[in-house]
C-alpha cells in the first residue's frame, strides 16, 4: 500500500507511522528523519535545512522534493510505503502525484491524525530526545527510569531546538497556515481517514489498523 500520514507537529506521526510501516512490513519514510540526519552530518543539504527547521519553518520544496523522488525511487517501496511529514503542502502534494505516476504509482489513502491544539503544545514542549540512539520520551506520558537519562544507552536527554516553545507556537502556526489545507485537498480527492489521535499509543494503533483496512 502507498500511505501518507498527515497530522500537526505532536500528533503522534512518527510512533504511529513506525508501528503501522512495521505491522505492515512497509518503509517509514519520514522526511524530518531525513533532514535531522543531514544535519547532523553536516552534509550542504543539511546546512540549507538548518536554518528553517531551528525556526520552525518549512525548509524549501525543491530540497525536500528532491530528497522524497530520491527516496521513492529505491526498490524497497516498490511494494509499499509510508510518508511521514511529507507532502506539508498542496503544492508537495502534486509533486508527490507527479512522481509516483512517473513510476506508475498512485496513493492508496491518506492517514489524518486529529489532537486538538492545547494537547500539542503540551506534548511537545515535554518531549525529550536521545542524541546518541534516537529514543523519545516524555516528562509526563513516558519519562525515563532516571531522571534526564536514557534508559537505552545512559546518554543525557536533550529537547529537540524546535520543540522549544516558542518555536512550537510557529510550527503550530505553520501547520494552520501551509498544511491543514492539505486536510481538505485529500478530503475532496476521496482519499483521507481521519483518526481520533488520542489515546493510548495501542488504542490510536488499532484505530489506523481499522483505518486501512
Ligand atoms: P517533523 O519531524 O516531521 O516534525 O519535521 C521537522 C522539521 O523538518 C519541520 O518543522 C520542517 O522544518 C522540516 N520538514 C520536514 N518535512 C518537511 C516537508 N515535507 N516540507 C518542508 N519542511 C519539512
Known sequence: MYLVMLGP???GKGTQAALLARARHIPHISTGDMLRGAVSDGTDLGRAAAQYMERGDLVPDDVVIG???DRLKASDTR????????????S???SLDAILAETDRALHLVLNLDVAEGELIRRLTGRRVCPKCGETYHLVFSPPRALGTCDCCGQDLVQREDDKESTVRQRL???????????EHYLQSGLLATVDGVGTVE???????????
Open 203 to 213: 488504542q490510536i494503533h488499532n484505530r489506523v489498523l481499522d483505518a486501512i483496512t
Open 92 to 94: 508537495q502534494a502534486e
Open 173 to 183: 502556526q505553520v501547520y494552520q497556515r501551509q498544511s491543514k489545507p492539505l486536510v
Open 9 to 11: 507537529p505532536g500528533a
Open 67 to 69: 530528497i522524497t523522488r
Open 79 to 90: 511494494r509499499g510505503f509510508l510518508l511521514d511529514g511529507f507532502p506539508r503542502t498542496v
